[in-house]
């Protein structure tokens, strides 16, 4: 606080008002041993603001902003360089690209961001992968641990995303352009080049190539890529003595597609039908509760099972 204010709050002279401005180096020297921070519950929107308040305090460790209406982060060096926990939970982020600005924290190692504008888009399951795999470093997302083979899961994942993205673009360029992109020379400095604005657009990219291997980003050949197998099981009394089925599903096919198909397949009418879906190795089964959404949303992999349970009680 700057004592210089005189005693009536409504008497500022020239400049005065800066007074009120808190100054990040200030807060640092006032507090050097703040190491919990929680700011949440507030109206805060911009993150250079926080930043610039609070990033250079040299002891703190965690940081909690969630409950509050931020849109998007925006690294900025030498602010938040010895946190290792943040919870952003609750906020207006939009855009998947907050991963990347977040991996450039090199201390930051569990994030909690559930409930965020982006999980109405992009869904729960999908979301955590894309964060695992664009923060190399991150060892715990949304209190949970990361596991090796769920990073290398997300890694495949997040690759197969990107070409999924990079095959609707050049499809839409050879809409707009008249001409096949995938004609053009593909000698080794235009590949390097490509791949160069690849990694521009998606972050890791050349890394998790190397440790992965390239995907092809012909659109046929991503539609291929983006299929998952999985065994539809039923759990309805009516059907439970049915044979699982190992089916092999669009990622695009929505939740109402797969109800026709487990009408096919078991003779429940989809209006009677509940789906879920858990990994192979069992475990506790999650909702498919809204018809409208891709299997991708749900992040279905291959090898987990959907489930699908009857909701007419009135059946005998």
């Known amino acids: 606080i700057n004592n210089d204010l005189n005693g009536d709050p409504n008497d500022f002279g020239a400049g005065d008002e800066k007074c009120l401005e808190p100054d990040g180096t200030d807060i640092a020297q006032i507090m050097p041993n703040l190491s919990v921070l929680n700011i949440g519950e507030n109206p805060l929107s911009d993150w250079r603001e926080i930043s610039d308040v609070f990033g250079q305090c040299p002891s703190l460790l965690q940081l909690k902003c969630s409950y509050a209406e931020v849109e998007q982060i925006k690294f900025e060096s030498d602010r938040f360089m010895n946190v290792k926990r943040l919870w952003i939970r609750n906020n207006k982020l939009s855009d998947v690209s907050v991963f990347d600005e977040l991996s450039k924290y090199p201390n930051l190692q569990h994030l909690s961001f559930i409930q965020c504008s982006f999980e109405d888009v992009y869904g729960f399951s999908m979301l955590r992968d894309l964060c695992i795999a664009k923060m190399p470093n991150l060892l715990n997302c949304n209190s949970s641990i990361i596991n090796s083979k ?18 609707i673009r050049d499809e839409q360029q050879k809409e707009n352009q008249g001409k096949d992109v995938n004609a053009e020379s593909k000698d080794d ?46 759990m309805d009394p009516e059907s439970i003595t049915a044979k699982p089925l190992e089916k092999k599903l669009p990622t695009a096919m929505t939740v109402g597609q797969l109800k026709m198909l487990c009408k096919r ?31 991708s949303f749900y992040s279905i992999k291959d090898g987990m099972e959907i489930l699908m349970q009857s909701s007419n009680f009135e059946k005998k």
């Open 150 to 167: 769920e990073r290398h899961d997300a890694e495949l994942f997040y690759l197969k995303w990107i070409a999924k993205q990079m095959a």
């Open 189 to 234: 400095e235009n590949g390097a080049a490509e791949m160069q604005r690849i990694d521009a657009l998606y972050p890791r990219y050349i890394e998790l190539t190397k440790k992965h291997g390239a995907l092809n980003f012909d659109k046929k050949e991503t539609e291929k890529l983006m299929a998952v197998n999985v065994v539809i099981r039923s």
């Open 265 to 295: 397949l078991f003779g429940l009418p989809p209006a009677y039908q509940r789906l879920m879906f858990r990994e192979a190795s069992g475990g506790f089964p999650e909702d498919m509760d809204d018809d409208t959404k891709a299997l």
